[in-house]
């Protein structure tokens, strides 16, 4: 079967270029959509998971879903500090930081409006536990002191929580003495201080969560089933990377819902664009197929240019819809975690598998939209054709 050239698809779009242009221009708002909805769920996982590192181990209460519901005994932690497997560092202590969570209400900088941050009580083994943590303003807080530092994003989003100011929660004044940065982790959305200033200002008497590192990686089988072998520690024990990733779940697949069924509406709206452009192309080139019929071109022939040409159309507003999206990768967002209740900040993430996933949806738009139309340029008769021509 003799195909229709290439080129004569792509020149009859850029005929109709303003047709063109605005049909593609619909497309590429619904791409946009999806695409940035797609980031916004990979930027929340890729968040949260990369909050953890591989060779710690993170324990908490037995069913407890988040760090906020946890409790866990002084004596349950010495329990298990005591365990083989852990690391130590160059002083030999042993890597266990044991922290308690909790949560407070801050106004943001940019409406007044309050919103939930994490504050996590830890301590110099716990900045050692997260190389991706460092202070970049100021110094650490010390030991034994109302003093607290913040994260990137906390320090920038509300108020009270920049270099030098103080916040007051749990009955006391907290000077934020640094700003530490966590290279793009959910930690830059919590303040840190010294955690047992917080169990005694939040009148708290158990830690909410065990933080260790592995002297090996094949160590946690073993320290997994000490702790479920001893009934009076009841904990659960995560690699940290999967505690995280759970974490994310619930947000991520929400938003991910949530913005697809935006985009199927929206999407029908374009395709309905797409149908009507090319339903216009097929009643103005009546005698055109005509002629083509006429030439030697089948109908199937026929049918693949216009398919084609619809296709083509999309595949522009596919590009422009996810060139505009990969801008959004600049911008910074905060939503709250359902999870934890909390302020997480995060930005949109593009990967090679959101842009084959986003071209793709184009594609089908096109597809979707071109192929009736297409279908009845293939069955037109060539006598009707030339007659019209």
Known sequence: MKAIPFSYIARNLWVRRVTTLLTAGGMALVVFVFATVLMMGEGIRATLVATGQPDNVL?????????????????????????????????????????????????????????????RGTSALGLELRPQVRVIEGRMFRPGTSEIIAGRSVASGFRGAALGETLRFAQRDWVVVGVFDSEKTAFDSEIWGDAEQMMAAFRRPVYSTLVLRLNQREALAGLKAAIEADPRLQL?????????????????????????????????????????????????????????????????????AFLAESLLLSLVGGVVGLAAASGMQAVDISTTNFQTFSEIAFQFRLTPAIAGQTLLFALAMGFIGGFIPAWRAARLKIVDGLRAA
């Open 59 to 119: 324990l908490l209460r037995k069913g407890a879903g988040a760090e906020i519901n946890s409790g866990i005994e002084r004596a349950k932690a010495a329990m298990v500090e005591s365990l083989d497997g852990i690391a130590t560092n160059g002083e030999g202590r042993r890597l266990v930081s044991k922290e308690p969570v909790v949560l407070i209400n801050l106004p943001k900088r940019s409406n007044g409006k309050p919103s939930n941050v994490t504050v």
């Open 236 to 304: 659960d024990v995560k690699p940290e990377t999967q505690f995280y990733a759970e974490q994310s779940e619930a947000l991520a697949t929400f938003i991910r819902i949530l913005g697809l069924s935006l985009s199927v509406i929206f999407s029908i709206g374009a395709i309905v664009g797409a149908m009507i452009t090319m339903f216009a192309a097929v009643a103005q080139r009546v005698g055109e197929i005509g002629t083509l019929r006429a030439l030697g071109f089948r109908r199937g022939a026929v049918l693949v």
